[in-house]
C-alpha cells in the first residue's frame, strides 16, 4: 500500500513536498516513481527514483524545479517541487514497480499506486 501526502494549494513560484509511505508488504528492490493528472489530461511520468536511491530520473517539464528523493528505510519517497507553475495543477500519484532494469516512464511497468494527492497552483 502507498500512501501520498503533503499535496494543496500554492500560489505560482512557490514550493511543496509530497511524501509518499510504503506499507503492508517489503518493498525490497522497488523502483519508485511519482506521476500526475490533470483534469482532461492522460496520467503523465514526473520523476523515479532506483531502489538504491542512487538512480533519478525527469520528465523535461520538471527537470531542475523538482526533486525526488528516497528516505534512508527505502520505503519512503518525497518529491520536493520548487518554482511550481500554474501547469504543474493536478493529482500526483506515488508508484513503485520490481526494478529489474533502468527506470520505467510508462505508467503500465508500475504495480503499486497510491490513492492520490490534488496539488494545486494559482495564477
Known amino acids: 500500500q502507498l500512501v501520498e501526502s503533503g499535496g494543496g494549494l500554492v500560489q505560482a513560484g512557490g514550493s511543496l513536498r509530497l511524501s509518499c509511505a510504503a506499507s503492508?508488504?517489503?518493498?525490497?528492490?522497488?523502483?519508485m516513481g511519482w506521476f500526475r493528472q490533470a483534469p482532461g489530461k492522460e496520467r503523465e511520468f514526473v520523476a523515479a527514483i532506483s531502489w538504491s536511491g542512487l538512480n533519478t530520473h525527469y520528465a523535461d517539464s520538471v527537470k531542475g524545479r523538482f526533486t525526488i528523493s528516497r528516505g534512508n528505510a527505502k520505503s519512503t519517497v518525497s518529491l520536493q517541487m520548487n518554482s511550481l507553475k500554474p501547469e504543474d495543477t493536478a493529482v500526483y500519484y506515488c508508484?513503485?514497480?520490481?526494478?529489474?532494469?533502468?527506470?520505467?516512464?510508462?505508467?503500465?511497468?508500475?504495480?503499486?499506486w497510491g490513492q492520490g494527492t490534488q496539488v494545486t497552483v494559482s495564477s
Open positions: 508508484a513503485s514497480y520490481l526494478e529489474t532494469r533502468g527506470l520505467a516512464v510508462l505508467a503500465d511497468m508500475y504495480d503499486y
Open positions: 503492508g508488504r517489503a518493498f525490497n528492490s522497488y523502483a
